[in-house]
């Protein structure tokens, strides 16, 4: 049964930790088809990481992605400066999962490429291809509070392009190009996935966005609405 979390805002819902990813993909795959039902076409941005996974495998496996894949223009919110092979892509990773390792021909999946090769040229092309305006946008947190690649005022910004930046933190193995905070507050939908113990703290997560280092990512997230998974 759905649950609206006790004793916090009407934009989080919970649900028990078996049962997150299949009412989480559902909760989104209904905003995805209305988006298909207004535009034709519904805009995606999606996120890396271990609660994503969970989601992506459930589309996957409940054939959602062969059936209405082509009406969804897919896009990442952030990448690794890496080759687009590399073990630590993003892209690779969500590609591996969601669509078995190959992305079919009938789907239009925008990555930023090889980032490692040219990353300002990777920055201006991906900025190209953004619509002015995402439909849905899927966040994942990570350990440290980050949200696609922006860090709680770790990070150094390295340059900037339209919608996009590059960003480099000394408690990160790699450079970072990531969709600037601003994007992500313009979406029309912002699901944020919360499974796990250190991510699904809501209340304390978000004491810890009124502290001035989180201030980006508090400016990303204010209309989020949060799909935690029970502790």
């Not at 989480?24 to 995805?32: D, G, K, P, R």
């Not at 009406?71 to 591996?96: A, G």
């Not at 994942?140 to 770790?154: L, M, N, T």
Request: aromatic share 10%; net charge positive.
């Amino acid at each position: 049964m759905l649950n609206v979390c006790k004793l916090i805002s009407n934009n989080a819902l919970c649900f028990a930790k078996e049962d997150w990813g299949n009412r989480s993909a559902a909760i989104i795959e209904s905003a995805i088809l209305d988006a298909i039902k207004k535009n034709g076409i519904c805009t995606l941005m999606l996120t890396g990481g271990n609660s994503a996974e969970k989601v992506y495998r459930k589309w996957s496996e409940e054939k959602f992605i062969k059936k209405y894949g082509n009406k969804i223009h897919f896009y990442i919110t952030d990448e690794r400066c890496v080759s687009s092979r590399s073990i630590h892509s993003n892209s690779k990773k969500i590609i591996n999962v969601l669509f078995d390792g190959k992305v079919p021909s009938y789907i239009n999946y925008f990555n930023f490429g090889d980032v490692d090769k040219d990353i300002k040229g990777a920055l201006i092309n991906y900025d190209s291809l953004l619509p002015s305006r995402m439909d849905i946008i899927l966040l994942s947190i990570g350990e440290d509070g980050h949200i696609a690649s922006i860090f709680p005022d770790k990070a150094r910004t390295r340059l900037s392009i339209g919608s996009m930046f590059l960003s480099e933190s000394s408690e990160h193995l790699f450079k970072r190009v990531s969709v600037k905070p601003s994007y992500i507050a313009n979406a029309n939908k912002i699901f944020v996935l919360a499974n796990g113990k250190l991510r699904s703290r809501y209340m304390s997560y978000l004491d810890m966005c009124n502290e001035n280092k989180f201030k980006q990512i508090k400016l990303a997230i204010k209309n989020a609405t949060w799909l935690i998974a029970e502790e």
